[in-house]
């Protein structure tokens, strides 16, 4: 695609519920990262793949969260059992190879845990 | 993990005007890159500039450029003649090659441009 897709762009669940976000990179980036915005705030990094592996996965918030990337190219996002202080944008970005390749970034999933 | 640090929450700047904003960083490597991104309203993330730490020469682009001080660990931004379209959230970012390409981000400046 022109861009990096993310759906759904607003998701609204029950607390304790499952929820899965997906990412579609442009095609032939290699690189593919996960960001978390809460409300105004700067981007905490949760998790980043090279390919279809995850060298750092130090960013996931708990076990509750969990991805996964297949084929190198779309990575979907799960929070199980989700709280109140899920609620977030969440953003994914890719780039060709990191280093001084541009990342672009989708227009991010906004999550709302009720 | 490298943490980056941009200590202005929010800054104001009068249209036509420069304004300068921070970003310090940390890191025991010596190759590595920054970059500053543009989040305005929209939401959607835009590269505004780059910078390869083994380059001495600071990067231009039109309005933007930065003050790059590798000893210090300062990567600040300068932007010239401010249009009211400048107005957005600025985040600065960290690339480490070595540390598996992973890129982090600053708490984000908020910059506000006065007509």
């Known amino acids: 695609g022109a861009g990096v897709s993310q759906s759904p762009s607003n998701k609204v669940t029950e607390k304790g519920k499952d929820v899965e976000l997906r990412c579609d990179p442009i095609?032939?980036?290699?690189?593919l990262y996960w960001y978390r915005q809460s409300l105004g705030q700067g981007l905490e990094f949760l998790i980043y793949?090279?390919?279809?592996?995850?060298?750092?996965k130090s960013g996931l918030p708990s076990d509750r969260f969990s991805a996964e990337r297949t084929g190198g190219s779309v990575s979907t996002l799960t929070i199980q059992r989700t709280q109140q202080e899920d609620s977030a944008v969440y953003l994914c970005?890719?780039?060709?190879?990191?280093?001084?390749?541009?990342?672009?970034f989708g227009q991010g999933t906004r999550l709302t845990v009720v | 993990a490298q943490t980056v640090t941009q200590s202005q929450p929010e800054m104001s700047v009068q249209e036509a005007e420069t304004v300068t904003l921070s970003c310090t960083y940390d890191?025991?490597?010596?190759?590595?890159?920054l970059f500053w991104y543009k989040q305005p309203p929209s939401r959607q993330m835009i590269l505004v500039i780059r910078?390869?730490?083994?380059?001495?020469q600071n990067a231009t682009e039109n309005r933007f450029s930065v003050n790059f001080q590798k000893a210090a660990k300062s990567f600040s931004l300068k932007i010239s003649d401010s249009q009211l379209g400048d107005a957005a959230m600025y985040f600065c970012?960290?690339?480490?090659?070595?540390?598996?390409?992973?890129?982090?981000f600053g708490a984000g400046t908020r910059l506000t441009v006065k007509p």
């Open positions: 970005a890719s780039s060709l190879a990191g280093g001084l390749f541009e990342a672009f």
């Open positions: 910078q390869e730490a083994y380059k001495q």
């Open positions: 890191t025991s490597e010596s190759d590595y890159y």
């Open positions: 970012a960290y690339l480490s090659p070595s540390f598996n390409n992973d890129m982090r």
């Open positions: 095609s032939g980036h290699t690189a």
């Open positions: 793949f090279q390919g279809n592996s995850a060298p750092d």
